[in-house]
Every structure is written in C-alpha cells, then in structure tokens.
C-alpha cells in the first residue's frame, strides 16, 4: 500500500509530535499519523512541509529556524513536485537544492543552522521527499569538520576539467588561477555536482560571469546581495 510503504521509508511512526504544513487534500498517505496543521506546540519531533518552489522552501527553513520548532534530532521533512509529474506545471529540481538553500556539498548542512541533508526519497508519482535532521551539539561538532582536505578529496580532480572549461575566458580562467585550491573546488563542486548536461552548462556560464566580476566563491558572491 502506498501508505505504509512512504510511512516506512520515512519511518515517520517513531515521531510522536508532528506538524505537516500544506498538505493538499488528495494526499492520503499521511492519513495513518496525528499531526498539527498549524503550529501548536512549542516544538515538533517531525516538520513535514509541503513546498512548490525553492523561496518556499527556504522561508520554511528559517521560520524552523527563527522559530526554534524542530527538537534536537528530529526531522524536517519537505516534499516537492517532481519533474514530469502530472499534476503540477513546476517541479523543484535535486540539483538546485543544494545550491539554493546553500548545503555544504562535503557535510550536507544547511549554513547558518544545525540541520543536515540525510535521505531523498520517492514520496510518490507526483512528489518527491528529503528529509534533514536537527543536529545536537556534539553532532553538530563532528558534521562542521569536513572529512577531506582542501586540495583532495571529490571534486578535486575537475579542477582541471573546469580550467579548460574556462580556457575561452581569459578573464575568468586568470583569476581562476589565483584562487586557492579549496576555492578551486568548490567552484568546480557547484558544477560538476549537477547530474544534468544542461544544469551543468548554466553553472559554468554562472560561474564565468562571477569569477570575471572577481568573486572567489560563490558564497561571497551571495553575501554581496544581502
């Protein structure tokens, strides 16, 4: 049955405090758990929210956030349409979460908060669910250290193919150079993470017209605009 098995993937029965904001009335594979559909209490073991752009998403997470509404260890758990689904005309692509609510490729956290990146899933033909926990300190601790160096590690190696990417821009490619190695790579993580040709060339542009402007990373770029 649909129900059980995206209750069970999610294994949304061991939440005994749940909230789920937006659910549209077709949706019954939730109907097995009691939750809030506004916030009532003053914390939630399980935020399940449904989005349908990433603004959306990102308002969520910071009124999680700002609210103090998820415990420690407990999950926030949005669900999006799919691409091709047949309901919907948007749909939220996996390849620009990351960058949009600003993910650390290498610990999987959100910046600025204790929640981290930790399943994807198939919710059903229509949407798709990823689910983030809520760290405690000592966690917390341990996720803020990435597990590679700088100059090593994934990505590392399409330093040289994003050089020669960049070859047609001298601008670019010349400030390129003088980056450090571990801008380097995350210039070539926001990339190269991209599973899809056409994602992947409208980062490089991206990532051209920035570093010609001078930015090191894109992260800087970002605060520039606040």
């Known amino acids: 049955m649909p129900e059980s ?7 949304l029965h061991k ?46 997470v910071r009124q999680v956030v700002d609210q103090d509404l998820l415990a420690t260890d407990g999950a926030l758990i949005f669900v999006y349409p799919k691409k091709g689904n047949k309901v919907y005309p948007q749909y939220i692509g996996r390849d620009d979460i990351f960058p949009y609510l600003h993910v650390s490729f290498e610990t999987g956290l959100v910046e600025g908060t204790s929640l981290k990146i930790n399943k994807m899933v198939a919710f059903n033909d229509i949407f798709t669910a990823t689910a983030l926990k809520q760290l405690g300190a000592k966690d917390l601790k341990k996720a803020s250290v990435p597990g590679e160096s700088q100059s090593s590690g994934p990505f590392a190696e399409q330093i040289p193919a994003l050089e020669q990417a960049l ?42 017209e920035l570093l010609e402007k001078g930015f090191k990373s894109l992260n800087l770029y970002r605060q520039s605009q606040k």
């Open 5 to 11: 098995n995206i209750v069970d993937k999610l294994r």
């Open 15 to 60: 939440y005994d405090c749940n909230l789920v904001i937006g659910r549209p009335d077709f949706v019954t594979e939730l109907n097995s758990l009691e939750f809030d559909c506004t916030p009532e209490q003053p914390q939630y073991n399980l935020v399940l929210a449904f989005v349908f752009s990433l603004e959306e998403m990102s308002q969520t």
């Open 167 to 208: 070859a047609p821009c001298l601008t670019a490619l010349e400030f390129f150079r003088t980056l450090t190695p571990g801008y380097q790579k995350d210039w070539a993580r926001h990339v190269y993470s991209a599973k899809s040709a056409e994602t992947q060339a409208k980062r490089l542009q991206e990532t051209i």
